[in-house]
C-alpha cells in the first residue's frame, strides 16, 4: 500500500513538530541549567559569608575584649 500526500503532509507535520518541542526542550534544559550552577555557586558563596559571620559572633559573645588586646599589643 502506498502512501498517499495527505499520510506524507501527515508525517512532515509531526516531524517538524518533534523538532520545534525538542529545539524548546533544549532550550529550557540550558536554561535550567544555568539557575542550577548560579545555584551551586552562590551556594559556596553563602556558606563562606556564613562561616565570617559565625566567627564574629563567637568572638562578641565570648566577652572577648579586643580593644584591649590591642592596646596591650601596642604597649609591648
Not at 535550567?32 to 559572633?57: G, P, S
Request: glycine share 4%; net charge negative; aromatic share 6%.
Amino acid at each position: 500500500m502506498a502512501m498517499t500526500v495527505e499520510d506524507e503532509d501527515y508525517l512532515f507535520g509531526c516531524m517538524e513538530r518533534i523538532m520545534e518541542e525538542t529545539h524548546e526542550n533544549n532550550i529550557m534544559l540550558h536554561q535550567i541549567c544555568d539557575v542550577i550552577n548560579f545555584h551551586h555557586t552562590r551556594h559556596n558563596r553563602e556558606n563562606e559569608d556564613d562561616f565570617i559571620r559565625n566567627v564574629l559572633a563567637n568572638l562578641l559573645s565570648s566577652g572577648i575584649d579586643i580593644r584591649g588586646f590591642l592596646e596591650r599589643r601596642n604597649n609591648k
